[in-house]
């Protein structure tokens, strides 16, 4: 029983470390990917990364406010002499998610909330929506303060849809 285990544990830290290196994926990207396959449970997953980098095979790194995890040269290195544990499988299924994942980011990607500071203490606001490379909408408008436009860049990256739907919805009606 005391075999299994050691080797389903290296199993399993093996299989983070292919996530890991696949792309940058913060705790709870990482979390959805191995929860998603039921490959192990939640606790298991934060014991095993704090495990990986407390041995130094990974590292978790702020990146635009975001904590990333990343291979350091040890975790690479063991990934790539073990590697053929992981089975094809689900090396298969990890490709496919991967997929699913990057045209997920690529989404949010194109919607676009910026503000820039006006010489009046004012900020301009550019809420903009972006599919295959064409506007879609963009919207500019005045704030009084930074902490408006704050406010209105982020309801716009979390609500897009209904917001782009009210604004719409609003301009058709009169028609």
Do not use: H
């Not at 014991?47 to 990343?70: A, H, P, R, V």
């Not at 690479?76 to 997929?99: C, H």
């Amino acid at each position: 029983m005391f075999i299994e285990n050691t080797e389903e544990l290296a199993q399993n830290k093996l299989l983070l470390l292919y996530i890991i290196k696949s792309g940058s994926f913060n705790n709870a990207e990482l979390g959805e990917f191995v929860l998603k396959k039921n490959y192990m449970d939640y606790f298991s997953i934060q014991q095993y990364l704090s495990e990986l980098i407390d041995s130094n095979f990974i590292i978790k790194t702020n990146i635009e406010g975001k904590e990333i995890y990343s291979l350091l040269e040890k975790g690479n290195m063991t990934l790539s002499y073990f590697q053929d544990r992981i089975p094809p499988s689900v090396k298969e299924e990890l490709t496919i998610e991967f997929g699913k994942f990057q045209r997920k980011k690529e989404l949010e990607a194109q919607i676009i909330a910026e503000y820039f500071p006006k010489e009046n203490g004012q900020f301009i606001i550019n809420l903009k929506l972006v599919e295959n490379d064409e506007t879609l909408f963009s919207i500019y408008f005045d704030v009084a303060s930074k902490e408006q436009a704050d406010l209105i860049c982020t309801s716009w990256k979390t609500n897009t849809d209904a917001i782009y739907k009210g604004i719409m919805d609003v301009l058709i009606s009169n028609i």
